[in-house]
């Protein structure tokens, strides 16, 4: 069993940053992958990022990005912590969302979210022009 709970969300204008966390228990946050995605009212549930566990999982090392966030947003972790970060830069009123992490113990989802295994209850964030 893994929990996830996520924090950082908040309101600002676009082009400020933000950085969400995402902290597990219940297991080693390297020894599985974890995910961020987002949601939108009357959206589906759309992949930004993924960082593989420790092994890698095939995924770049510094992660695997959505086109519509690559270059602004930054996936990292802190093992010690066990923590994962999602830096985000030049935020646009488009990345208005609830943000979910999501552990994928096998490590093969990539940005399929009916892969992911355990998810968190999100954090909002409400970007305006």
């Known amino acids: 069993q893994v929990q996830l709970v996520e924090s950082g969300g908040g309101g600002l204008q676009a082009g400020g940053s933000l950085r969400l966390s995402c902290t597990a228990s219940?297991?080693?946050?390297?020894?599985?992958?974890v995910g961020w995605f987002r949601q939108s009212p009357g959206q589906e549930r759309e992949f930004v990022v993924a960082?593989?566990?420790?092994?890698?999982?095939?995924?770049?090392?510094?992660?695997y990005y959505a086109d519509s966030v690559k270059g602004r947003f930054t996936i990292s972790r802190d093992i010690a912590k066990n923590t994962v970060y999602l830096q985000m830069s030049s935020l646009k009123p488009e990345d208005t969302a609830v943000y979910l992490c999501a552990a994928d113990l096998a490590g093969s989802s990539g940005p399929y979210a009916a892969g992911y295994d355990y998810w968190g209850q999100g954090t909002r964030v409400t970007v305006s022009s």
């Open positions: 219940g297991r080693a946050l390297n020894t599985f992958a």
């Open positions: 960082i593989g566990s420790r092994g890698g999982n095939g995924y770049p090392a510094n992660g």
